[in-house]
């Protein structure tokens, strides 16, 4: 059968015009639509840049066990599934992978190393800059880099109390130390022998005494007493000692 037995010509023409206006409506219509998905909301956030966030080698270093450590910190402004860090020569000396069920992913990692003497951490870890490099949930890359030194501060000298004191007063206890030259921040530690209670305070770099806040300290407690300066390329230096309250 001819298509033009049935409809007239007339009538396809007519019907061929509406197609085609047809076609053209929808085209315009699905263009539109387009358009409007392709740009974003008003109130639409784009999705961070995936970046680490202030990541450091610190070395800590005490004049009282004669020993140093190595501390690693990076943390991202997203979660990140892996991550290597590499040192000055290219050699791979940290590889860390999370592989949780949900991929959840890490937003910070924080690595200490054990604490054997200045030469054999400087011998593992050389100093220089060591590059970091880190795959995040989505499969994107984030990379840095971070410069480690072993320019030290020189120890702080605790004034008060002497090592091993006993009979330290509960209340009203000022603990003094010398001021350490360059010193931006002061940490301290007072901290019962078992760990169980601890007070951290951090003070300006001038700082050279603290008066031990009513209550803290109880009476017939061992102690142990920290005082950290810290320089500003991050590094500390660390005196420590132990005391005994009245």
């Given amino acids: 059968m001819k298509i033009g037995s049935v409809f007239p010509a007339r009538r396809l023409a007519a019907i061929g015009a509406a197609v085609c206006t047809l076609t053209v409506a929808l085209s315009s219509i699905a263009g539109s639509a387009g358009a409007a998905s392709a740009r974003p909301g008003r109130d639409s ?15 800590v270093s005490s004049s009282s066990d004669h020993d140093a450590q190595l501390v690693f910190d990076a943390g991202a402004n997203v979660p990140f599934t892996s991550l290597r860090l590499s040192a000055p020569d290219g050699r791979r000396v ?52 971070v410069a480690l030194s072993y320019d030290v501060l020189s120890a702080p000298v605790i004034a008060t109390p002497s090592r091993d004191a006993t009979g330290i007063p509960v209340a009203g206890s000022t603990f003094t130390w010398e001021s350490v030259p360059g010193a931006v921040t002061v940490h301290l530690e007072v901290e019962t022998i078992d760990e169980r209670s601890a007070l951290k305070v951090d003070l300006p770099g001038t700082a050279t005494s603290f008066v031990v806040p009513a209550g803290f300290l109880h009476a017939g407690a061992k102690y142990t007493f920290d005082v950290k300066a810290v320089g500003s390329n991050g590094n500390l230096s660390v005196t420590d000692l132990t005391f005994t309250t009245g």
């Fill in 94 to 145: 940290l590889i860390a992978s999370f592989r949780d069920s949900k991929r959840l992913g890490q937003s910070k990692l924080l690595i200490e190393t054990p604490e054997p003497t200045v030469a054999a951490l400087e011998t593992a870890y050389p100093s220089g800059r060591y590059h970091l490099v880190g795959t995040t949930t989505d499969g994107r890359r984030i990379s840095s880099s």
């Fill in 45 to 59: 956030v784009p999705p961070p840049t995936p970046a680490f966030e202030h990541p450091s080698l610190s070395v």
